[in-house]
Nanobody, 119 residues
Framework: QVQLVESGGGLVQAGGSLRLACAASGRTTGTYTMGWFRQAPGKEREFVAS????????YYAGSVKGRFTISRDSAKNTMYLQINSLKPEDTAVYYC????????????WGQGTQVTVSS
């Protein structure tokens, strides 16, 4: 089993920055693909970014590309999401997730951290 705990959310003004963290415990996630998702009020949960187990490949949703940066520190079993140039439409609960090798779906999820961007 893997437990994921997000942190770093908060209330920021538009144009500001935040750094979210996702700490993994339990089984090591060294070989897992890790990802960030978000869910805004009244909307479906959407993909934000993902990173390969080696950290060598990262993918982003078009709406965040150029503003968000995903990274991971395997030694600390922690993943990060640097969010810059925040917009009110970035307001959502941000979730981290882990996907075991060979699987198409993420099978471990955190509880989420709230990001609120004021205009």
């Amino acid at each position: 089993q893997v437990q994921l705990v997000e942190s770093g959310g908060g209330l920021v003004q538009a144009g500001g920055s935040l750094r979210l963290a996702c700490a993994a415990s339990g089984r090591t996630t060294g070989t897992y693909t890790m990802g960030w998702f978000r869910q805004a009020p009244g909307k479906e949960r959407e993909f934000v970014a993902s990173i390969s187990w080696s950290g060598g490949a990262a993918y982003y949703a078009g709406s965040v590309k150029g503003r968000f940066t995903i990274s991971r520190d395997s030694a600390k079993n922690t993943m990060y999401l640097q969010i810059n140039s925040l917009k009110p439409e970035d307001t959502a609960v941000y979730y981290c997730a882990a996907r075991r090798p060979g699987l198409l779906k993420y099978d471990y999820w955190g509880q989420g951290t709230q990001v609120t961007v004021s205009s």
